[in-house]
């Protein structure tokens, strides 16, 4: 369970950690597992930027009664629907009646459909502000991160963003919330996966969103995502880190992916990979029947090739290398040399898609 932190006067994480989810989306491993960041912004007014998964309304709601009275929130603000951040909502309204709901105006026609509540709802425009008596609010659209209502919002005199999904990560809080006090290393790591997992089809309007954000040249000191660590040490790297991921600036790096079924294909993955590494060149190596493909994803972001080792399986691809290849064009990550291997010894079999 995580408690309230301050990140800076009237401003406090709220958020939850969930080490129960073992899927992500019921898709994605989640080996350190997750945190749903929610803030609480202290004005005149009482604002809750973004909520938590259901399971966690509960506790959601404990954090905040440790800071104020839940029943004190004004506003909420959903910067996104995904159910992660907002399916505490209807648990928020119960404890907080008079609670006005804020979002974009596609945010505000979902929760409409998503949870048929009679809360009074406020759809802001892009650049708008909300003034909360001591703080200001600004609503910075920001379409497709990771759905299409989704905006970010700025905390002017604080001078910190809330982009919710953007810039966040796999990987639970366990009560160190900034990047100055995680294992940095750890969350880079699984902020990749996850950018890999989730947020590499929509690349294109993260760039649009950075462009965006530096072309209205607000300063930014804190960044502070829905998902892992709030950056306040060095928040300029997360953004760094996505805007090259994003542009599939390409590594050094083979990814070899092979089925096996009588390790034969395996012996050619082996040759490979030696003689791949003896040209300097670093290989990533997995064998998918036994590997985590949220790993090979990660692996495979910004890798400028990727080698096939794929068995005849009643005369077609073997099916977990199909799935794979799947993956890469629902995740657009396919611009990539693409090479492919197998024994061929039921004949000549080739692997295509
Ligand atoms: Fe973390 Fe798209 O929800």
Redesign the pocket.
């Known amino acids: 369970m995580g408690k309230p932190v301050e990140i800076k006067p009237g401003v406090y994480w709220v958020g939850v950690n969930d080490y129960e989810t073992k899927l992500f989306e019921s898709l994605w491993s989640l080996p350190h597992g997750v945190s749903?960041n929610s803030y609480l912004i202290l004005g005149e007014k009482k604002v809750l930027v973004d909520t938590v998964k259901a399971e966690y309304a509960d506790e959601l709601i404990e954090n905040i009664n440790s800071v104020i009275d839940v029943k004190e929130l004004d506003y909420v603000i959903v910067n996104?629907l995904?159910?992660?951040?907002s399916g505490s909502l209807p648990e928020i309204v119960k404890n907080a009646p008079n609670v006005k709901i804020m979002g974009t105006s596609r945010a505000i026609d979902m929760v409409k459909s998503f949870f048929h509540l009679d809360q009074e709802t406020i759809s802001v425009r892009d650049g708008s502000t909300l003034d909360i008596g001591g703080k200001t609010l600004r609503f910075i659209e920001a379409p497709w991160?990771?759905?299409p209502e989704?905006m970010f919002t700025y905390l002017v005199e604080d001078k910190i963003l809330f982009p919710?999904?953007a810039f966040?990560s796999f990987g639970a809080l366990s009560n160190k919330i900034f990047d100055d006090e995680v294992d940095l290393e750890l969350f880079f790591s699984e902020s990749k996966r996850y950018f890999a997992t989730?947020v590499s089809k929509y690349s294109k309007f993260v760039l649009r969103a950075i462009e965006k954000v530096k072309n209205l040249g607000i300063d930014i000191e804190i960044i502070a995502p829905?998902?892992g660590p709030v950056y306040r040490k060095n928040p300029i790297k997360i953004v760094e880190l996505f805007e090259r991921w994003s542009r599939n600036a390409p590594e050094k790096r083979v990814v070899i992916v092979y089925g096996s079924m009588y390790g034969n294909t395996k012996k050619i993955a082996e040759v490979l990979e030696e003689n791949i590494n003896s040209e300097g060149i670093d290989t990533a190596v997995y064998n998918i029947s036994y590997s985590d493909i949220s790993f090979i994803l990660s692996d495979l972001l910004n890798a400028p090739a990727v080698i096939f080792g794929c068995p005849t399986y009643d005369g077609n691809i073997f099916p977990p290398i199909r799935h794979l290849v799947n993956l890469l064009e629902i995740k657009r990550l396919q611009r990539k040399i693409i090479g492919l291997f197998g024994t061929y010894a039921w004949g000549e079999m080739h692997c295509h898609n």
């Open positions: 749903y996104h995904e159910p992660d951040h991160l990771h759905w989704t919710c999904d966040g989730i829905s998902h």
